[in-house]
């Protein structure tokens, strides 16, 4: 028996600096058959990004099974139980399927029903909420920012999931904005409304001195626990790209009980399984201190996030940045050990955005340098 496969991975073109990112057609993701899915696996891990196009029939279980293909150990959500404590930074931003619990909704305004949620209010974050500084409102409609760069991932307990996958189920009527990044330097891009924006952790170890891939590769970061509760307070700075450090982070004792052994410290460079490229692949709100190669520890907070920032800005530069302008029906898959990524944009109240979300907590760590 042959088994057909029109399958078609077409490379984004290269922009200036950017090289990532593919379109996939000609398949469909509710009857994926071993030979497609080993082909978007490949695309994953060549292209780090990869957008499927002509999935709107697209059903949660489908969208599970496809995750959990590329991890078929995992079985827990991304985030485990970290959503349920009402403290976390994350909780309003998403609501849980019930009839698929692995995948979460999320978008901007109100449904009267989805997928067995009734009378929900979907709310796209807001810079403003997040950062230290904001846009004045009144230019709101027309100039927005990165809100949080991140990597999926609980960073306590859990590992890193190794693939998302995003898919657009409802987009409002097609705009941009100017996206500034406010940090003294100019640097803007021209972005569609609510894109989601990423970086090649590949690029950004690529671009770095060969002094500091050496500091890279041979250094280890140490999460804070309950990160996302820890950090609740605190503010990011106007890049995005981590957090300002203002002594804002909870105590110990303001958090949940820690269990030491769950903490996190993984390498700072992940190499990519099939190609043996390396990422620089660190969140950088969550971090807390650096494990050095002599056994040093940072743990003063300011200069371990200003090292950190060094080292990622450079790889946030616009020319670097893919924001993907969506439609109805894309299903995106990011290799999470391989990329940073940011929601943008500023929704009105009545601009209804719609989409569904996967990731799966990895059955085992990212592979280091
Ligand atoms: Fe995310």
């Given at each position: 028996m042959t088994v057909a496969s029109n399958i078609k991975v077409t490379p984004l073109p290269p922009t200036d600096g950017r090289s990532f990112g593919a379109i996939v057609t000609g398949v469909d993701l509710n009857k994926l058959n071993d030979i497609e899915f080993q082909h978007l696996r490949a695309a994953l891990y060549e292209y780090t990004v990869i957008v499927v196009k002509d999935q709107a029939a697209c059903t949660p279980a489908a969208q599970y099974a496809l995750t959990n293909r590329?991890?078929?150990a995992s079985t827990s959500y991304g985030h485990g139980k970290t959503l349920d404590t009402k403290k976390s930074i994350l909780h309003p931003d998403l609501k849980t399927i019930p009839h698929q619990p692995q995948v979460q909704v999320i978008g901007n305004g109100h449904l009267d029903s989805f997928e067995g949620l009734t009378d929900i209010k979907l709310k796209h974050p807001h810079h403003a909420t997040f950062?230290?500084?904001?846009?004045p409102a009144e230019e709101d409609e027309h100039f927005t920012r990165f809100y949080r760069w991140h990597i999926d991932a609980a960073l306590y307990d859990l590992n890193p999931p190794r693939a998302t996958t995003l898919m657009a189920v409802r987009v409002p009527e097609g705009r941009t904005q100017t996206l500034r990044?406010?940090?003294?330097?100019?640097d803007e891009l021209t972005v569609p409304l609510g894109t989601t924006a990423f970086v090649s952790g590949y690029t950004m170890y690529d671009i770095l001195s060969d002094d500091d891939k050496a500091f890279a590769r041979t250094t280890k970061v140490e999460y804070a626990p309950h990160p996302y509760v820890w950090m609740s307070s605190a503010r990011s700075r106007s890049t995005g790209l981590g957090l300002v450090s203002e002594g804002k982070e909870l105590s110990l004792d303001q958090l949940p009980p820690v269990d030491e052994s769950k903490i996190q410290v993984l390498p700072m460079v992940w190499k990519n399984?099939?190609?043996g490229r390396l990422a620089l692949q660190v969140h950088p709100s969550a971090v807390r201190k650096l494990h050095l190669a002599d056994g040093t520890v940072m743990d003063e907070l300011r200069e371990v996030r200003d090292i950190v920032y060094l080292l990622q800005r450079?790889?946030?530069?616009p020319e670097l940045v893919y924001a993907h302008d969506w439609e109805e029906g894309d299903m995106v898959i990011f290799n999470n050990h391989g990329c940073l990524h940011s929601v943008v944009g500023a929704f009105k109240e009545d601009e209804v955005r719609v989409f569904r979300q996967c990731n799966l907590a990895a059955s085992a760590a990212p592979l280091g340098a």
């Open positions: 590329f991890d078929p950062h230290a500084t904001r846009i990044y406010d940090d003294g330097t100019g399984p099939v190609t450079p790889g946030i530069a």
